[in-house]
């Protein structure tokens, strides 16, 4: 079975602009949670998607946006990029039938914002 | 969900077992241990979770004190390719109804050596 996918591995954008992240689940996999990690901060939740809802989401401003489509996969925004947003964007993937939380990750999108 | 509490850094001799602590003293009855790891610049990876009996599988095993309130994870043959952050976290059941995401502290950075 295939694993969880992120595109684009790599992206490097200036202050300003804008980014979409792009995430596949394991099929079958049908919640879809993104992660930021900095050295700073951290492994931090930015939002959960479920059924193309949001259904949680992290302390993070509104430019912080994402969206699911009817086949699980997953898509997230950060418009009006900072230099703070440089980062690697995690998403996970997991059932929601199962009682405990086990989810895989994707490798990440490493994003520099110059 | 609970707060865990890990030593910052743990070096283990390659082939011998690597004992990774986790302090959970304020654990409530209905959340499990997860402990996940994080080799560099990849996303975690699930490797083992418990309730309140020991749990075993084909990478480690678990063992929850008969309080809760502390957990050990064990790398029976550590080898290089267990270096790692590795990440303990205690979370709730997961109903249908409920959010996801997992809290990631600052782990223990588990090294390896030669």
């Known amino acids: 079975k295939a694993g969880v996918t992120q595109t684009p591995r790599y992206l490097i954008k200036t202050r300003g602009q804008q980014v979409t992240l792009s995430c596949s689940p394991i099929?079958?996999?049908?919640?879809v949670s993104w992660y930021q990690q900095t050295p700073g901060q951290g492994l931090q939740f930015l939002f959960e998607y479920f059924s193309e809802t949001q259904r949680n989401k992290g302390n993070f401003p509104g430019r912080f946006s994402g969206r699911q489509f009817s086949n699980s996969r997953s898509e997230m925004n950060v418009s009006t990029l900072e230099l703070g947003d440089s980062a690697l964007y995690l998403c996970a993937s997991s059932l929601v039938s199962v009682s405990y939380n086990e989810q895989f990750f994707g490798p990440g999108t490493r994003l520099t914002v110059l | 969900d609970a707060k865990t509490t890990q030593p910052t850094s743990m070096d283990c001799a390659e082939g011998r077992a690597a004992n990774l602590p986790c302090n959970h003293s304020t654990i409530s009855g209905n959340e499990y241990v997860y402990w996940y790891r994080q080799i560099h610049s990849q996303g975690p990876q699930y490797i083992i979770h418990?309730?309140?009996n020991n749990e075993t599988n084909e990478m480690a095993s678990l063992i929850i004190t008969e309080d809760r309130k502390s957990s050990t994870l064990i790398l029976p043959h550590a080898t290089l390719r267990d270096t790692a952050v590795y990440y303990c976290?205690?979370?709730?059941?997961?109903?249908?109804?409920?959010?996801?995401?997992?809290?990631f502290g600052s782990g223990t950075q588990l090294t390896v050596l030669p």
């Open positions: 418990g309730l309140k």
């Open positions: 976290i205690v979370r709730a059941t997961i109903s249908s109804g409920s959010a996801r995401q997992l809290t």
């Open positions: 099929s079958g996999h049908r919640s």
